[in-house]
């Protein structure tokens, strides 16, 4: 998906498959930009800009990159575009639970605002005062959501253009090309996909209870496709050693197996499970939220056919 900035700006590129969920267009409005971070006593300090308002939400399904993975994709692309960055924070530093009731944000369920789990960037063009754009990224424990509001001139809105999907990340960042929210859409695509339903506890390696949407669909997925072969490959926090962690996320993973073999008769020669303990995160471990999102298993697909 594409997003054009402006009529003579580069535009913003989101992964082929992430999902615009609202768009709302104003010819002539106006946009109480944030340029600081709330203050007890001042509340947001905003920026006035007036112009064509472009507001829209994205969701990025399937993927288990951080808030901060997806802005950093993003920010890149609106600074090589030639905007300034006016003011960016994160949750806390932001201003928390009252920067995000004080300034604009498209409502749920749309846009998902994890209170403690959330970035915000605006910026201007340099020589072009009422040209900005502010983007608000956030997730919640399956999917990533982008808010972009677009200040420009009154213009009619600029097409946007369908790349062709690609399985290989954009040169310099972290985003996959192509998200989806269905599985085997991802496995074909990309070749792989985070099961972030699942639910384990620290030191645990047993599956929680629960019908995890994300096990039916992968099932759905290896009984349609019998040719197919997927390797789950479970992952930890930082909490522990190294060898221990490698054994913990292997008994995930094959806790995973089990379940999907025994609940919902998956042929057993389709799956394989393997672990690699806290070598690839997805998240910071100095948080509690990072760590959870860190516990995961991921489905690889290893067939080559």
Sequence with gaps: MTLPLSAQAAEVRLPDGATLTKEKLELEGSYEMPIGPWHEESAVPTEAIAGRVIRQAWRLGG???SSYQILLNLRQQIVDAGYEIVFECEDIACGGFDFRFGTEVIGEPHMHVDLGDFRFLSATMPDAPNEAVSLL???STSAGFVQVIQVG????PTATVEPKASTKAEPGTALPATLSDDIGTAMESVGRFILADLVFATGSSDLGPGDFTSLTELADYLKANP????????HTDAEGSLGGNISLSKRRA???MDRLVNDFGVNPGQLEAEGIGYLAPIASNQSDDGRT???RVEAILVSTE
């Excluded at 001139?153 to 009619?156: C, V």
């Design 137 to 139: 990224v956030s997730r």
């Design 63 to 65: 993927t288990g990159m």
């Design 254 to 256: 094959a806790s995973v």
């Design 153 to 156: 001139k009154a213009q009619a």
């Design 293 to 295: 999102r860190n516990r």
């Design 227 to 234: 040719a197919k072969r997927v390797a789950l490959v479970g």
